[in-house]
């Protein structure tokens, strides 16, 4: 069996590496594949290129990353590729669709929200008014870019003046407005990790850095082991169902009044804070996950 890695990276980040390592040390061969280098053809078959060779055969392939910054093209190319690589008989986890829901944050608590979990009233416009009115009205917003993670180029804004000014920049750079409701949560929000149905590990991220509101670990947030109540777990394997993930981080946090909100499911999440808090490495989890769907 051939188990393929895929990630935008010249050379495999640390996750990519150990999912790498434990394909090998289940005794299958494993693929490092920057998915810009791939490419697909139709005509008398369909066929898909990694560089100029055509790839016989791939059983499997765990998407890492589509890409951190790239065009509205690319996007849409990789998308179209990975789709492709389905419908052609290769396991691809997390299963293209649900990455695709998951990679568009609105899009994701929209579904979140209709299968009756609790997400921050959000709004992603276009229209400076409506966004401005928002921002009013809630007094303090979260805006962040609809595709992105890590807590990179997310804003706290309690100033509805300036919360316009910023609306008004990224407009005038052809992009969308995606603002959120700043929540009052305990000093620490909880990312859990599902793989297949199941809370593998769980950890409490808190806040470090004075001025700091995120709890990103890219943004000096501290993670430490965690077991959060059976509600939080629930909810985590909902998400990951709802989005037709088989493996995920979902953040969730307990607000100051009580209950819990999701923000946001990565579905292609870094694991090091996680592993050094809890001691679990995911990437055995997830190989011996797709090992399992690929033999269905």
């Not at 289940?26 to 790839?55: H, M, N």
């Not at 962040?144 to 180029?153: D, E, F, H, M, W």
């Not at 149905?197 to 000096?220: C, D, H, M, Y």
């Not at 965690?226 to 993930?245: F, Q, S, T």
């Amino acid at each position: 069996m051939r188990l393929a890695v895929v990630h935008d990276m010249k050379k495999p980040d640390l996750p990519s590496r150990e999912i790498l390592e434990t394909i090998k040390s289940r005794g299958f061969t494993p693929l490092f594949l920057r998915i810009s280098d791939l490419s697909s053809s139709v005509g008398d078959e369909t066929a898909i290129f990694y560089g100029k060779k055509s790839i016989s055969k791939v059983d499997g392939a765990i998407i890492r990353s589509l890409g951190a910054t790239i065009s509205v093209e690319q996007y849409v190319r990789r998308l179209t590729l990975l789709k492709e690589m389905e419908q052609m008989g290769v396991t691809v986890m997390n299963p293209v669709e649900g990455m695709a829901k998951a990679r568009d944050k609105y899009r994701a608590l929209s579904v979140l929200s209709k299968a009756g979990l609790r997400v921050p009233r959000t709004i992603v416009t276009e229209d400076l008014g409506l966004a401005y009115n928002f921002a009013a009205a809630l007094g303090r917003v979260v805006v962040k870019p609809l595709i992105g993670s890590r807590g990179y180029g997310s804003v706290l804004i309690d100033n509805p003046e300036i919360a316009f000014r910023v609306f008004k920049t990224i407009l005038s750079f052809n992009q969308v407005i995606y603002a959120q409701e700043y929540i009052d949560k305990k000093a620490y929000d909880v990312r859990v990790f599902v793989v297949d149905g199941e809370v593998l590990a769980s950890i409490q991220r808190f806040i470090t850095k004075p001025g700091e509101w995120r709890t990103n670990i890219a943004q000096g947030g501290k993670a430490k082991a965690y077991n959060p109540p059976d509600e939080v777990k629930e909810m985590a394997i909902k998400a990951c169902e709802g989005l037709g993930l088989w493996y995920a981080g979902v953040d969730i946090a307990e607000t100051e009044e009580g209950g819990y909100v999701i923000f946001e499911v990565n579905a292609a999440p870094d694991w090091q804070g996680l592993a050094e808090a809890t001691g679990v490495r995911p990437a055995e989890a997830i190989v011996d996950t797709i090992i399992r769907k690929c033999k269905c």
